[in-house]
């Protein structure tokens, strides 16, 4: 009996024990303050979405914020928004957002003001990264005093392969008649380019299409979270993970553009006076891209009035800052900005960047989403202007 009456005591000991524990791992700072990375940045958050998975952002030389949502899944009501007080708006209106409109928004991936009154919206025609929608894929932009379309420029057919799909672009008035457009062709499966458009007559040409510098770097094996990201379907089968030309950038004199593939770590920039020369052969442009070296893999890229280039980093949860002597430094490094993907600098003196958790998404986790609501835009004070269009 003597060894049954034991086991009481032993469970109150036991029990004591693991009372005790808690408050001397409390009272003992050195065990509970243990070391920890660093934040980089002062980050804001200005507006938590809980709908559908945002990718682009841009803020209006009024600080007006507008937003996209690509119709990759999720449910999306609208494709493109204003953001107003503490809601999301359909921009320019519901209709025209309507999946079934004829005349409506397919799928857009980018939201560009222009810094001259207009914004521009950037129609993919590809939901679900499907092959783009022949006559549909298109650049639409809209006056920010009326709020109305202003032009329409669907993409001529010998620039949009079945395998594009347009991304992000840049603006520059100085050159043309009514200036020119920048678009990257970030692919994932043919070959990526950056597409230059003239506004007044709707041409267009495909440069740099299948160049090493728009492509997918086949060596690049992104870990984000610390786990590697590759294709994982719901059935087991994986493959690579592989985007073509990406984030965008152009200089604050208009004379470079610079670009990434998404697949990559490099950063690379290409004299704009020869992407718009027809004579300019692709092998002669190809000649002229430089490698700047390495700056982290990218989602977006932005550009602001003093020479600097940002860079997202979405292995890091971070966003880079090269400046004008070729240096690199952290600007962000949070673990709240899950996949930082496209940047806006707006008239405040703030960077501006959606994270969207795009590496969670079911496809890259074997059907399963492991997306945690909300997303956010959030904006870090960099003190800065944008880089300007004329």
Do not use: C
Request: proline letters at 8%.
């Amino acid at each position: 009996m003597q060894a049954q009456s034991s086991f009481p005591r032993f469970s109150h000991l036991a029990a004591a024990l693991a009372l005790a524990a808690p408050l001397a791992l409390a009272a003992n700072p050195a065990v509970t303050m243990l070391p920890a990375e660093r934040n980089v940045g002062k980050l804001e958050q200005v507006f938590a979405f809980r709908g559908a998975m945002p990718t682009g952002v841009t803020v209006t030389e009024t600080g007006r914020i507008f937003v996209n949502f690509p119709r990759w899944g999720d449910d999306v009501p609208f494709t493109v928004g204003e953001i107003r007080g503490n809601q999301v708006v359909p921009y320019p209106d519901a209709a025209i957002n309507r999946a079934d409109n004829p005349q409506g928004f397919l799928s857009v991936q980018s939201v560009v003001a222009d810094g001259q009154g207009k914004v521009w919206i950037l129609d993919t025609a590809a939901p679900g990264f499907s092959a783009p929608i022949p006559g549909r894929a298109r650049l639409v932009a809209v006056d920010l005093t009326t709020n109305r379309i202003v032009k329409s420029i669907v993409f001529p057919s010998e620039v949009i392969l079945p395998s594009t799909y347009v991304n992000d672009m840049r603006f520059d008035f100085r050159t043309g008649q009514a200036g020119t457009i920048y678009v990257t062709d970030s692919s994932v499966s043919g070959p990526g380019a950056i597409i230059v458009v003239d506004i007044a007559s709707g041409r267009a040409m495909r440069r740099l299409s299948g160049d090493v510098s728009t492509s997918v770097d086949k060596s690049f094996v992104p870990v984000v979270e610390g786990k590697t990201m590759m294709n994982r379907a719901a059935d087991g089968k994986t493959s690579p993970f592989g985007v073509a030309s990406d984030g965008i950038a152009l200089s604050a004199d208009g004379n470079t553009l610079y670009f990434s593939p998404l697949s990559s770590r490099h950063l690379y920039a290409v004299p704009t006076p020869l992407l718009r020369d027809p004579a300019a052969t692709d092998a002669r442009i190809a000649s002229a891209v430089k490698d700047l070296g390495e700056k982290g893999a990218s989602d977006g890229l932005e550009a602001d009035a003093d020479g600097a280039v940002y860079a997202t980093d979405y292995e890091h949860n971070g966003v880079r800052k090269r400046l004008p002597d070729g240096r690199w430094e952290t600007i962000v490094h949070d673990p709240r900005a899950l996949w930082p993907d496209t940047m806006s600098i707006g008239p405040d003196g703030y960077l501006y960047f959606t994270a969207n958790q795009l590496h969670r998404m079911p496809g890259f986790n074997g059907g399963k989403d492991l997306r945690s609501k909300p997303y956010s835009l959030f904006r870090v004070k960099i003190d800065a202007k944008p880089a300007p269009t004329r």
